[in-house]
């Protein structure tokens, strides 16, 4: 990560405008669905943690937003997750498909419960 990406702000700046709104998408969905998550960059892109545990993190790439919930939010959800390339703990959104909000919105959901947890 270049030493000037330190914020999701000006990490999510430096990609084109319509990858900006998918990432700022992705972000809007988080803060709205875990307003207490604390946001940072981890592993070079934008990270949340809740209760001090990882909750999600996403990232921009080539031809795709990965998002990383963890395995337990990508096996709790792996048919709605199983049209899309994974890796162990990743999934790959491509940017020339919508962003699935709803599926999103419910796996953040879903690690905000765990997270809830003690």
């Known amino acids: 990560m270049k030493k000037e990406l330190n914020t999701v702000d000006k990490y999510i700046g430096s990609f084109s405008l319509d990858i900006q709104q998918k990432l700022k998408t992705v972000r809007e969905l988080i803060k709205l669905n875990a307003p207490e998550a604390i946001e940072s960059i981890s592993y070079g892109m934008p990270a949340y943690k809740l209760n001090n545990k990882p909750l999600v993190y996403f ?44 599926l999103i919105t419910n796996i953040i959901i879903f690690r905000v419960s765990e997270n809830s947890i003690k």
Do not use: D, R
């Not at 792996?78 to 940017?95: A, D, M, N, R």
């Open 59 to 102: 990232g921009g790439f080539a031809n795709h937003i990965g998002f990383y919930a963890t395995p337990t939010g990508h096996q709790k959800f792996s048919k709605e997750l199983s049209i899309y390339k994974q890796g162990k703990g990743s999934v790959q959104f491509p940017f020339n498909q919508p962003l699935p909000v709803n």
